[in-house]
């Protein structure tokens, strides 16, 4: 939150941020100024207080900015950084990290002045150390091992529908710390600029000092990477030669007698992959490239020339609780061998949907704002449907 920087005016301390040069009459020790601005850069003075009662903190911050990193002295009250770059956004702006022990780890994306010194205020919340805890790490490129500042992390529980997490940045170093952090099931994300993002599950335990170290290694966005994988017929489960790949633009590749392929230098990220055969149906789907990545296993369902009777051949109606209409639901027909998915809907305001699959058998996943359910179901094929595949739903 940021207040009015003069919230004492007769205070010497609450003028230091206002008057800068009359600071020569206050205290040397309650504040601690950075080196002077470098032409071309962003001077920022930061006020850290507490939200409960406005005084200093009483313990020593650090402020990251832009990659920049600056530390105050516990009772100082504010801190000046210099040297931030701008960056390139309009207005400009750089994301703002204060951490203190014993206080919530603060994070804003914050507005630079491009004519003159930034001042910003920054209330500091409590954490509970009995329901809270601490994460620390670094963020480096995986191809090169260098470290990447400005990482944007979250660590938000890892339930469905939750707001929201603590954040905070990294510095030109690479490191982060994130105080703060409800204690259980946790989902960490790093994201920055011309990287892919990297997602974690881990289990935050409360206090400081507790939780190892949790180290992010990024893949940059121009990356590539190989990609190999094994194309097999869907009912019969056996290796189908002669199909031919194609992933993210690259290929194709034309399988083996055992069904193998393999593409080098694939553009990594969410691509698009191609399958095609003779006598089964072509396969399409989106596939995320990572270095590193497992073996893809893709099934193509055989062409027939008498298909079952259309649009689809399960079908049923999704009724969603404590919502208007039963609209926007996702259902999936999800093969039960292989996880993979054949086919997707999404429900009408009836609730309605339909999916055409060959016969198998099959976990029908239905999706809402986070809910999710799911229901087996056999299809036997031979010209047959199954209807009544019916579910019942409750808005969050």
């Known amino acids: 939150m940021v207040r009015s ?17 009359l600071l020569a009459g206050c205290s040397a020790s309650m504040i601690k100024i950075n080196p002077g601005p470098d032409a071309g850069k962003a001077t920022i003075d930061v006020t850290i207080l507490r939200a409960d009662n406005g005084e200093p903190l009483g313990v020593e911050a650090t402020v990251v900015i832009g990659g920049e990193k600056a530390t105050t002295a516990a009772g100082d009250q504010g ?5 931030v770059p ?24 914050l507005q630079l002045n491009p004519n003159g010194t930034t001042q910003t205020q920054v209330d500091m919340e409590a954490a509970d150390p009995s329901t809270t805890g601490t994460v620390s790490g670094a963020v480096t490129n995986l191809d090169s ?3 990447v500042a400005n990482v944007r992390l979250e660590f938000a529980p890892d339930i469905p529908g939750t707001p929201e997490g603590i954040k905070a940045a990294t510095d030109n170093a690479g490191e982060y710390t994130v105080r703060g952090v409800p204690t259980g099931a946790t989902l960490a994300t790093a ?14 335990a409360q206090g400081e000092g507790t939780n190892p170290a949790l180290d992010f290694k990024l893949v940059a966005t121009t990356s590539k990477a190989n990609v190999s994988g094994r194309v097999t017929d869907l009912i019969t489960r056996d290796p189908i030669e002669d199909a031919s790949v194609t992933i993210g633009g690259v290929g194709p590749a034309t399988t083996d007698q055992d069904g193998h392929f393999a593409l080098i230098e694939v553009p990594v990220g969410d691509q698009t992959i191609q399958v095609t055969a003779t006598d089964y149906d072509p396969f399409s789907d989106t ?17 027939e020339a008498k298909p079952p009777p259309g649009p689809a051949t399960i079908s049923g109606t999704v009724t969603i609780l404590n919502n208007p209409d039963n609209a926007g639901a996702t259902v999936k027909a999800i093969d039960d061998a292989t996880d993979q998915v054949i086919d997707t809907a999404v429900t009408n305001a009836a609730g309605e949907y339909g999916l055409f699959v060959p016969r198998g058998q099959y976990v029908i996943e239905v999706s809402f704002k986070g809910v999710t359910i799911t229901k087996s179901v056999e299809l036997k094929g031979a010209g047959r449907v199954k209807t009544g595949v019916d579910f019942v739903i409750t808005a969050p």
């Open 5 to 21: 920087l003069i919230r004492n005016p007769n205070h010497c301390r609450a003028l230091a941020w206002a008057l800068l040069p």
């Open 287 to 303: 596939v995320t490239v990572t270095p590193g990545m497992s073996d893809l296993q893709v099934q193509l369902a055989p062409s």
């Open 79 to 83: 801190v000046r950084v210099s040297a």
């Open 86 to 109: 701008f960056g390139n956004s309009d207005p400009p702006t750089q994301p703002l990290t204060v951490n203190a022990e014993g206080f919530v780890t603060y994070f804003e994306d």
């Open 145 to 147: 091992g260098n470290p």
């Open 191 to 204: 994201t920055a600029q011309g990287f892919l993002t990297n997602t974690k599950q881990i289990v935050v």
